[in-house]
């Protein structure tokens, strides 16, 4: 009798009776199971990142090693060679890099400027006023985001040639200036807005462009810096749009004058291309290093992904 109420109890605790006397699997069965497909699940994802961030290491890793080791060394590893800083002032004196860097800065500045005006006020009107064939619109804006810009380069070239601007910063950025990604973000954000807030600030006084400067911009704020580096890093990094539409050193950007002055029948070597590939992508590295926890708490705040 004592043996039988211990496997009884033993029973009881491997399964639940049901209805009709049918014993039904407990709960816990399953998590074993279970736990070890999260634990493969969650392997899996560490290993294709870790394998993502070492394709992406390796060509940077051999840029640095060629940049900093004389040519000789370019395909030989070797942990006894010399180190030289000579390939980035070779780099440097060949090209006018420095012409290059300031075209670039005062391109993605203009930009990103006139981004945040238009943006703005585009995305105002759509969130907060009420008009005839107000979604329509918006819904052509978003149609931008479906379009390869690449697509739109040969109307934008004829467009820009008309207007007598070939040749120019301002040729560059044009066609970027209306972004229906920042439209669509800040309109977003503007929705999510307290009504409150902007009846507080009429009852103050306030007008229609100071309720827009005093209560949505400044709750907008991680928006707009996470928008901003989108936008620096894509400008600074652009090539083929520049590429067509600049011709003289004058208005070239970093990326133009790097793709002009790595091209094969300069006969520059791999160590010097190297070397001056890092001098253009030195400050967007920098910046992110000494601001990174910046720039990852706006994008977390900003909802990008």
């Known amino acids: 009798m004592k043996m039988s109420t211990q496997s009884g109890a033993g029973a009881a605790l491997s399964s639940v009776t049901g209805a009709g006397g049918h014993a039904v699997p407990s709960r816990r069965s399953g998590w074993p199971s279970r736990l070890q497909a999260c634990l493969t699940a969650a392997w899996l994802e560490n290993a294709g990142a870790w394998l993502l961030a070492l394709l992406w290491l390796l060509p940077f890793a051999y840029a640095v090693w ?4 004389p040519a000789a060394y370019e395909v030989r590893f070797s942990l006894t060679a010399p180190l030289t800083l000579e390939n980035f002032r070779a780099a440097w004196d060949a090209a006018p890099f420095a012409t290059y860097m300031v075209n670039t800065a005062m391109l993605v500045t203009v930009i990103m400027a006139v981004q945040f005006v238009l943006c703005t006020l585009a995305a105002y009107a759509f969130a907060r006023f009420q008009f005839p064939g107000r979604n ?3 819904y052509l804006v978003l149609l931008q985001l479906m379009i390869m810009p690449e697509m739109l380069m040969v109307e934008n070239y004829r467009t820009i040639s008309g207007m007598g601007l ?10 970027y200036f209306a972004s229906a990604f920042g439209i669509f973000l800040l309109r977003q954000t503007f929705l999510a807005t307290p009504r409150a807030l902007e009846d507080a600030a009429r009852i103050e006084g306030a007008g229609t462009l100071g309720i827009l400067w005093r209560v949505y911009v400044p709750l907008a704020r991680p928006v707009y810096v996470a928008y901003g580096l989108v936008s620096i890093s894509y400008h600074w990094n652009n090539l083929l749009w520049p590429l067509i539409v600049t011709n003289s050193v004058s208005t070239r ?3 133009v004058g790097l793709q002009v002055f790595s091209s094969p029948d300069q006969g520059t070597s791999w160590a010097i291309i190297s070397a001056a590939t890092l001098l253009t992508s030195a400050p967007l590295l920098v910046a992110f290093l000494l601001f990174q926890k910046q720039f ?3 994008f977390m705040r900003a909802g990008i992904k």
């Open 253 to 255: 950007p970093v990326t």
């Open 66 to 69: 060629t940049a900093i080791h």
């Open 136 to 138: 329509v619109l918006f």
């Open 296 to 298: 990852i708490q706006s």
């Open 166 to 175: 070939l040749d120019s910063l301002l040729a560059i950025g044009m066609p």
